[in-house]
T-cell receptor, first 114, second 116 residues
Framework: EPEVTQTPSHQVTQMGQEVILRCVPI?????FYWYRQILGQKVEFLVS????????KSEIFDDQFSVERPDGSNFTLKIRSTKLEDSAMYFC????????????FGPGTRLLVL | AQSVTQLGSHVSVSEGALVLLRCNYS??????LFWYVQYPNQGLQLLLK??????LVKGINGFEAEFKKSETSFHLTKPSAHMSDAAEYFC??????????????FGQGTELSVKP
């Protein structure tokens, strides 16, 4: 069964460094999302992406964040200058044209900013 | 604005007992409703969803949920708990916006523990 994959599974970085989190959505999906889950808190929406542009973003998704679909398969989230409070689990999700409301999640990348 | 409230951050049941996890939502338009499960150190797995049609929806692993518009609820149930059901459960709501897909708004989660 097709699934969303994410790399790396864990990333440790120093405050101020740039990180890129990578996702490979399900191959025929057209809608892509990033969410984050700070330890012990609820899952929060960051950004949605369709047709090579951002559809919607939350107030969390400030200028330090960017997303890109560099090729036909990858979907990336970049954090330019990480802060301690960026430490969280980051989930990628995707959905299909025929059922765009149904999102399938990847296993997540646990980011730790020191 | 949409929101989701899950009553009870922790629920404990005995193996074989009924599981009931509560979810209430607010939405200005007919919502799409979801339950996801997160096992330790894993991602979110879709359990079931309500979009339109039958208000009682069945999902994987014997779970089901009923959409009650009058109560703005979407409670998750399972007749008989199994040890393997121990996990965190998230209720979520979305409103599809045009052709752009819809962000999910999650509840705070309910951790289910199952006692032998």
């Amino acid at each position: 069964e097709p699934e969303v994959t994410q790399t790396p599974s864990h990333q440790v970085t120093q405050m101020g460094q740039e990180v890129i989190l990578r996702c490979v959505p399900i191959s025929n999906h057209l809608y892509f999302y990033w969410y984050r889950q700070i330890l012990g808190q609820k899952v929060e929406f960051l950004v949605s992406f369709y047709n090579n542009e951002i559809s919607e973003k939350s107030e969390i998704f400030d200028d330090q964040f960017s997303v890109e679909r560099p090729d036909g398969s990858n979907f990336t989230l970049k954090i330019r200058s990480t802060k301690l409070e960026d430490s969280a689990m980051y989930f990628c999700a995707s959905s299909a044209w025929a059922s765009k409301e149904t999102q399938y999640f990847g296993p997540g990348t646990r980011l730790l900013v020191l | 604005a949409q929101s989701v409230t899950q009553l009870g951050s922790h629920v404990s049941v005995s193996e074989g007992a009924l599981v009931l996890l509560r979810c209430n939502y607010s939405s200005s338009v007919p919502p799409y409703l979801f339950w996801y499960v997160q096992y330790p150190n894993q991602g979110l797995q879709l359990l079931l969803k309500y979009t339109t049609g039958a208000t009682l929806v069945k999902g994987i692993n014997g779970f089901e949920a009923e959409f009650k518009k009058s109560e703005t609820s979407f409670h998750l149930t399972k007749p008989s708990a199994h040890m393997s059901d121990a996990a965190e459960y998230f209720c979520a709501v979305s409103e599809e916006s045009d052709n752009q897909g819809g962000k999910l708004i999650f509840g705070q989660g309910t951790e289910l523990s199952v006692k032998p």
